[in-house]
């Protein structure tokens, strides 16, 4: 629960340094229609944001498909862990 906590955290400060809006929380249910000016480009930064941010690649059909933020945690975490286990079999 506590690293869902942390990514939502990063989350919400990555969207509001994207976006210029200091009132911005994310949680796992928020979609793009929840958050003023989170437009399609928005969205595209804030995938790529995200990306850098954690070392990580979505493939796009995912990113066309992230119905919320929940999911895009989910999918970030997971591929944090498939690195974190590549790195200890190497």
Do not use: C
């Not at 804030?46 to 989910?74: C, L, Q, R, W, Y």
């Not at 974190?84 to 079999?89: G, P, V």
């Amino acid at each position: 629960m506590t690293e869902e906590r942390n990514l939502l955290a990063e989350f919400s400060r990555i969207l509001r340094e994207l976006l210029g809006d200091d009132t911005i929380s994310l949680e796992r249910e928020t979609t793009r229609e929840d958050v003023k000016n989170w437009d399609s480009m928005n969205y595209v930064n804030f995938i790529v944001a995200v990306e850098m941010e954690f070392h990580v690649t979505f493939k796009i059909a995912d990113v066309e498909s992230f119905p919320n933020v929940g999911s895009i945690v989910d999918a970030t975490r997971e591929l944090v862990l498939k690195r974190q286990n590549f790195s200890k079999k190497s």
